[in-house]
């Protein structure tokens, strides 16, 4: 019985499958509700009714819009996307940002963290942020903020603490 090469009839078809399965690995998934461009390395899930951080999305993406949903936690989220460049989580239910949930983000210039219930700024809430040139977080409720608080951020250039409760 004679072998089938690799471009024989019934290999072709696990051929094509098994490209569109790595397609979709290196690509990501897009959730229902969000508009993801490959080409760009733009995501947007603005308005998606997300109540999380989406992991499954392309580990290569730049922009990421998750504005006006109802995420309540960022932890442990961001070391998917170590290339994003903007980022935008104005308008959720984020109580904190953590503990260095931003590790991975060496390469993040613009941060829009307003208009959520931030109370309080940690030590190292920001911590990886070491490219940030400019970070929004007006209209939260910040009263506290830790001295060390922008020590990863020596890039800084706009700063938006407008409408805290800073004294």
């Not at 959730?31 to 998606?48: F, K």
């Not at 999380?52 to 006006?68: A, G, T, Y």
């Amino acid at each position: 019985m004679a072998s089938r090469g690799p471009s024989s009839p019934s290999t072709l078809p696990i051929a094509i499958a098994m490209a569109a399965v790595m397609t979709v690995v290196a690509s990501g998934l897009c959730p229902a509700r969000c508009r993801c461009d490959d080409e760009s390395l733009r995501v947007s899930c603005a308005y998606a009714g997300l109540e999380v951080v989406p992991i499954q999305l392309n580990p290569e993406i730049r922009h990421l819009d998750l504005s006006n949903n109802r995420v309540t936690n960022v932890h442990l989220t961001f070391g998917f996307y170590g290339n994003l460049e903007s980022l935008d989580l104005s308008s959720n239910l984020l109580h904190t940002l953590g503990l260095e949930n931003f590790g991975m983000q060496q390469n993040l210039i613009a941060l829009n963290i307003s208009n959520n219930m931030i109370h309080t700024l940690a030590r190292t809430a920001l911590d990886g942020l070491t490219s940030l040139k400019e970070l929004n977080l007006a209209g939260n409720n910040i009263s506290e903020i830790s001295e060390q608080a922008f020590k990863s951020t020596s890039e800084l250039e706009v700063l938006d603490l407008s409408d805290n409760s800073i004294t």
